[in-house]
Nanobody, 121 residues
């Protein structure tokens, strides 16, 4: 089995910054895409940013220029640097990894438990 553990959420004032981390452990052969999603109260979960195994990034339009996704393959970890946070960024943030698992090299999606980000003055 594979587990994803997130950290770095919290309370921040508008204009502030936070850095989220998500680390995987378990039976992992490789990880393809890593992504961050968020879900605000009463809203559907939405993609924030993703990064491929080769480092190609994709961002939702509402975070471009403010958030940066990166990954550290030796640690099976993805990061989300969030700058210039505003009230609309308040949500639970989830990481999702596309993990290739043994024994048949199947790709399986795993999700983190979520970390709360609250932007408030």
């Amino acid at each position: 089995q594979v587990q994803l553990v997130e950290s770095g959420g919290g309370l921040v004032q508008p204009g502030g910054s936070l850095r989220l981390s998500c680390a995987a452990s378990g039976r992992i052969l490789s990880i393809n895409d890593m992504g961050w999603y968020r879900q605000a109260p009463g809203k559907q979960r939405e993609l924030v940013a993703s990064i491929s195994s080769r480092g190609r990034t994709n961002y939702a339009s509402f975070v471009k220029g403010r958030f940066t996704i990166s990954r550290e393959n030796t640690k099976d970890t993805v990061y989300l640097q969030m700058n210039s946070l505003n009230l609309e960024d308040t949500a639970v943030y989830f990481c999702k990894f596309e993990v290739v698992v043994p024994p048949r090299f199947m790709e399986v999606d795993f999700w983190g438990q979520g970390t709360q980000v609250t932007v408030s003055s």
